[in-house]
């Protein structure tokens, strides 16, 4: 009898340099590939978010076809329905990536128990970061409270490996399972169109991925100056933009990391190349955080563990704050772009958080709800990580760091293009 697996895919909707996806090649002889959409969860994106994630399955589900596979999809995620799947295939084992998140653990380690009661193996690997946990040279225990000793440790002692190449041909395993995507008002998402402003006007999926990255670093060479223009606020090209394919892991940060070197040593090493690796750090560094605190990082008090302040949760001013209806033009723009596109800049990000936070004391878990909603690129160790930064209860040495919008918008957005681009009625 043949051996067969699952591959469960999560958020490494990728091919290329998957390592969970190589050691289920190695060890099964036929493999069902199966993507579990959470109802409960997906009915919360915004139609932006949705539509991200739609274009990076349907990609990987023509990839997989070009090698002979087929993709199927699982429309609820019921421990009773994954066992009876592996026992109507006779699957031996799941493979599947190993989840940062505190609740994605917990979904791993109930299907793990479950599938054991039955003889089924479960088998994870990490590999959302650029570091894998042990080239890190550390625990997880050990892990720094401050950014910048983390970046001192690995960038002295850590190594990176070299990504995984994809898969010439896989051996695919047929099921009943249902072949076609839902559409998203399937979930009660209302659908939009895609406004013409939008800094992100790119599609989802593996192949856009390494496009974007071909394009960033060879073809335009804008790699060069990232340090400079990284704050920008108008256009695609002020930044990679790659976060939206490494959040839902269309991409690998190895992929990303290998690419940029490769430009240094073939084009030009400089203080731009290493910022884009800096901010990959940075990246790493909140996954850790989340795999150290677990779901103290969704707690009020985060990881500080006490009350910093009083906060509100007025519905009323959050709303004006979700609709960009504040005293503040600033705050008001950037809150009208992600409304209207699902993105938003990392400087805008900022401001927003540091607005609600600071200047109307609303729970910063509102606003890291809100973000988790509507961006495209969330990832929820880096979302929450950063929220919970700004808001003095998570790795931000600084108490009470604030972002004034008269002065950020006169250093940022000087001319005011950016607000009269989202304020313009």
């Known amino acids: 009898m043949k051996k067969k697996a699952i591959f469960w895919f999560r958020n490494d909707l990728r091919l290329g340099d998957n390592l969970a996806l190589q050691k ?103 590999q959302h970061t650029l570091i894998a946990p042990e080239d890190l040279g550390f625990s997880i225990e050990q892990l720094p409270n401050v950014f910048t000793d983390f970046r001192k440790k690995v960038e002295a002692n850590c190594r990176v490996v070299a990504p995984i190449s994809a898969p010439q041909q896989i051996r695919g395993l047929s099921t009943t399972l249902p072949t076609q995507w839902p559409a998203a008002t399937t979930f009660g998402i209302q659908d939009f169109p895609i406004d013409s402003r939008t800094a992100f006007p790119f599609s989802g999926g593996e192949r856009a991925a390494h496009q974007r990255l071909q394009f960033y670093l060879w073809e335009s ?124 800049s990392n400087r805008g990000r900022q401001w927003v958080a540091s607005y609600l936070i600071h200047d109307l004391g609303i729970d910063w878990r509102l606003g890291a709800s809100y973000f988790e909603k509507m961006l495209i690129d969330y990832d929820v160790a880096s979302n929450w990580g950063n929220w919970a930064y700004l808001a003095g209860v998570g790795n931000d040495p600084r108490p009470n760091r604030y972002f004034s919008p008269a002065s950020q918008g006169e250093r940022y957005d000087p001319e005011g293009n950016h607000q009269r681009l989202w304020l313009k009625r």
Request: aromatic share 16%; hydrophobic share 40%.
């Open 24 to 126: 289920a090649i190695q060890k099964a002889e036929q493999i069902l590939f199966v993507y579990a959409i959470p109802p409960d969860a997906v009915s919360n994106f915004s139609f932006y978010k949705w539509k991200f994630l739609e274009e990076s399955v349907l990609d990987l589900s023509e990839q997989l076809k070009e090698k002979g596979a087929t993709l199927y999809f699982l429309h609820d995620w019921d421990l009773s329905r994954w066992i009876a799947l592996c026992q109507a295939e006779e699957i031996e084992a799941v493979y599947a990536s190993a989840g940062v998140g505190y609740y994605e653990q917990q979904e791993e380690q109930k299907l793990m128990e479950a599938l054991q009661t039955k003889g089924i193996s479960c088998h994870f690997y990490f």
């Open 221 to 344: 060479n804008l790699i060069a100056d990232y340090k400079n223009t990284r704050n920008g606020l108008i256009g695609a090209d002020y930044s990679s933009k790659l976060s939206p394919w490494l959040a839902w892991g269309c991409i690998s940060a190895r992929s990303v990391y290998a690419a940029v070197k490769r430009f240094e040593s073939e084009r030009i090493q400089n203080e731009s190349t290493y910022w884009l690796v800096f901010e990959l750090l940075w990246r790493d560094y909140f996954q850790w955080v989340m795999c150290k605190y677990g779901k103290r990082l969704f707690s009020l008090y985060g990881i500080k563990g006490k009350a910093t302040r009083e906060w509100s949760r007025s519905e009323a001013l959050l709303a004006d704050w979700v609709h960009g209806r504040t005293p503040e033009p600033l705050v008001n723009a950037n809150m009208l772009e992600l409304k209207h596109t699902g993105f938003m």
